[in-house]
């Protein structure tokens, strides 16, 4: 492997996101293979085929690859283990490729990519759908004749790209929920919120989009709502700058002045698999915008 090719290439893409790439590295050469891996990967990501994603990414135990919410993965089983608990938790995974451009040099390959991660929870009439806008670059090797993912870094698209979907209407429409009558209504959660966790009687703001997405300023925080209907307010949160994340259930006020609800922990650093519910607190949440018109 051309290690100061490598080091070179994944310098230009953490801090550019994209570089120059000369005519001679990108006029000719033929990537119908590497890009075929690609896709690969994001399929059996998608079907949940773990032991086929295994085959497709190297397990060398110093590589180094990132994720969204401040993971950050070295080697193989580090990996392997949120992967399987992931496909554990849905229902189901829908990944749509948007945008994949990919290069190669000698056995070097390396690509960027848009898509949209789609998580599938519950059964039945309580199925929920949340889509996830990523961006990602990605380095290859070929090895023995086949190309292997070695490194890998994603993120949102955007500070506020991640958008709820409601599973009847899929990609159509994907800030419409349905309201107890079943017409569906649009809810903006749009503004500054000041945010009180009541036991320890701390204070921060969070700036959401239409929505109910966007960063709080705690630990370079980041709320993403999953479902809302009926008042009852329901999503994540991530807190890079302490490695926590967890979730959250509010009760919007009818005037959509203020809400209260409880939040806990999914994951504290490597502790996983917290119980729901069990380790948390109260939140009340105010607005310190006026509430946007109804539409």
């Known amino acids: 492997m ?12 953490l801090i550019g996101g994209a570089c120059w ?28 085929d773990l ?22 993965y070295v080697g193989w089983p580090d990996l392997e283990r949120d992967i399987k608990e992931e496909f554990a938790n849905v229902a189901a995974l829908d990944l749509r490729i948007s945008e994949l451009k990919v290069w ?17 929870l519950g059964q039945g009439p309580d199925q929920q759908r949340a889509v996830l806008p990523l961006r ?46 079943g017409q569906p209504v649009v809810v903006d959660l749009s503004g500054e919120w000041e945010i009180l966790e009541v036991e320890d009687d701390k204070r921060y703001k969070a700036t959401l ?16 709502t999953i479902k809302y209907a009926d008042r009852l307010w329901q999503g994540s949160w991530q807190q890079p700058g302490n490695d926590r994340e967890g979730e959250f259930e509010l009760l919007l006020s009818e005037d959509g002045t203020q809400a209260k609800g409880v939040w806990w922990y999914s994951r ?3 502790h996983k698999n917290i119980p729901p519910r069990e380790h948390g607190g109260t939140y009340v949440w ?10």
């Open 21 to 48: 790439v000369p005519a001679a590295m990108s006029g000719t050469t033929d990537n119908t293979e590497l890009e075929t891996t690609v896709r690969a990967l994001v399929r059996a990501n998608s079907e949940k």
């Open 268 to 270: 504290v650093g490597t």
């Open 51 to 72: 032991p086929a994603m295994s085959k497709l990414m190297a397990h060398d135990a110093d590589i180094t690859s990132y994720s969204i919410g401040g993971r950050k």
């Open 104 to 120: 190669s040099k000698g056995d070097i390959g390396w690509y960027t990519m848009e898509l949209a991660y789609g998580r599938i």
């Open 209 to 224: 989009d239409k929505t109910g997405n966007g960063p709080y300023t705690q630990h370079g925080g980041r709320f993403v």
């Open 2 to 13: 051309h290690v100061s090719v490598l080091v070179r290439l994944i310098v230009c893409m």
């Open 286 to 295: 105010k607005r310190l915008t006026p509430p946007p018109s109804a539409q």
């Open 136 to 181: 990602e670059t990605g380095v290859l090797e070929r090895r023995n004749g086949q190309w292997v993912l070695l490194s890998w870094h994603e993120s949102f698209r955007s500070v506020s790209d991640a958008m709820p979907v409601d599973d009847r209407t899929k990609a159509a429409a994907p800030r419409t929920v349905a309201s107890s009558t």
